[in-house]
Structures are given as C-alpha cells and as structure tokens.
T-cell receptor, first 112, second 114 residues
Framework: KNEVEQSPQNLTAQEGEFITINCSYS?????LHWLQQHPGGGIVSLFM???GKKKHGRLIATINIQEKHSSLHITASHPRDSAVYIC??????????????FGKGTKLSVKP | NAGVTQTPKFRVLKTGQSMTLLCAQD?????MYWYRQDPGMGLRLIHY???????AKGEVPDGYNVSRLKKQNFLLGLESAAPSQTSVYFC?????????????FGPGTRLTVL
C-alpha cells in the first residue's frame, strides 16, 4: 500500500468551478507539503503545513492530523491552474526518515 | 537570483557510459536533494545532503553517487548508466529540513539511456 494516496488521479473542471484534491497518508507525519508541477515540468512548492489551514490567493490547504488527511482547494478555477498537484509527507520511520514521501499526483485540467 | 539550476537539461547516453549532473543554488541553502521522477510514480529521493561535505542515501540510491564539495553545488554521478536509469531528474534545495522549510526545485534533467 502506498504511504501517500491522492484522489482523484485526474480531474477536469470548467473555469470558475471550486476544486478539491485529496491526500491521505498512512504514516505518522510531522508536516505535509503541497506542490504544483507545471505542464512544462517545473515544480513549485505551494504550502507546507502541520495543522489547521493555510490560504494563499485562491488556494486553500487544510490538514486533519487525526484522520491523516489533507485537502487542497482551488476557488474560482482558471485554465492557468491546469497542472499536476502533488502531496508529500515527511515520514518519521524507515530509510528516508525525515525526508519527503510523494504521492503520484493529481492531474488537473481546467477548461475555459 | 537564479534559484536552483541544473545542467544539462537533456542527455542521451548509451548503456555503460558515465555522466555527471550538476545542480547549483544561489540561496545559501544547507540542504540539497536529488530526486527522480518516473511515469506513474511519485518523486523518489536518490541522495541528499544536509551541508557541505556531507551526503546520505535516500530511497533509491543504487547506481548513483553524489558529492557536495561546495555548499552551492550538488553533483549526481552515474558511473555505468543502465536503461532503468532513464528518468527525469530533479534537484531541490532548502534552508533547513522538510519539517521546517519548503523546497525549491530546479527545472529538471531528462535523461535517456539506450
């Protein structure tokens, strides 16, 4: 079983729609990252959070540590939001202790 | 600031050839990472460094070596390339560990091993 599971794998939305991407993890974590990978391949960090909620522009990230679940919301979606969104957690065990474990990503396509 | 840069951007190798990928950052970051990204899989950590002169193995280190002789540079070497090493390689850096700081990524190197 993958330690980080994202859903959905693919998502198509119409411009203006409210979008939710989910991330569930099976390990104990100290922090969770959301990243965006542009169609050209570049990766940028969107959020790092360990509790509660963070907001940046039209993006909102929430985390529930007890339920081992995080969501990334995009309000008023726009075609320029089309990208792959990646969730990553910091594992406290194993060979990569203290390093990021990444989900496979959610590919979002926003149609005009 | 250039941020994180990677050279080369593309490379094609034959099986058994060697090469070095260079990652450079100008943000005075302590931590640097090498990841590989393969279709249908999440990014996987190859090696990382928590400071100049130090390196450590990640999740998939076999077939790779690294060096961090200068704080701003992190080199990834393939001594004898194999087709299984065909991938997109990303370098990243951060001021401190992932518990505390976001990571900044380079643009990636697309490597094909024939």
């Amino acid at each position: 079983k993958n330690e980080v599971e994202q859903s959905p794998q693919n998502l198509t939305a119409q411009e203006g729609e409210f979008i939710t991407i989910n991330c569930s993890y099976s390990v104990g974590i100290s922090a969770l990252h959301w990243l965006q990978q542009h169609p050209g391949g570049g990766i940028v960090s969107l959020f790092m959070l360990s509790s509660g909620k963070k907001k940046h522009g039209r993006l909102i990230a929430t985390i529930n540590i007890q339920e081992k679940h995080s969501s990334l919301h995009i309000t008023a979606s726009h075609p320029r939001d089309s990208a792959v969104y990646i969730c990553a957690v910091i594992s406290g065990t194993g060979g990569s202790q203290g390093n990021l474990i990444f989900g496979k990503g959610t590919k979002l396509s926003v149609k005009p | 600031n250039a941020g994180v840069t990677q050279t080369p951007k593309f490379r094609v190798l034959k099986t058994g050839q060697s090469m070095t990928l260079l990652c450079a950052q100008d943000m005075n970051h302590e931590y640097m990472y090498w990841y590989r990204q393969d279709p249908g899989m999440g990014l996987r950590l190859i090696h990382y460094s928590v400071g100049e002169g130090t390196t450590a193995k990640g999740e998939v280190p076999d077939g790779y070596n690294v060096s961090r002789l200068k704080k701003q540079n992190f080199l990834l070497g393939l001594e004898s390339a194999a087709p299984s090493q065909t991938s997109v390689y990303f370098c990243a850096s951060s001021y401190a560990g992932p518990n505390y700081n976001e990571q900044f990524f380079g643009p990636g190197t697309r490597l094909t091993v024939l």
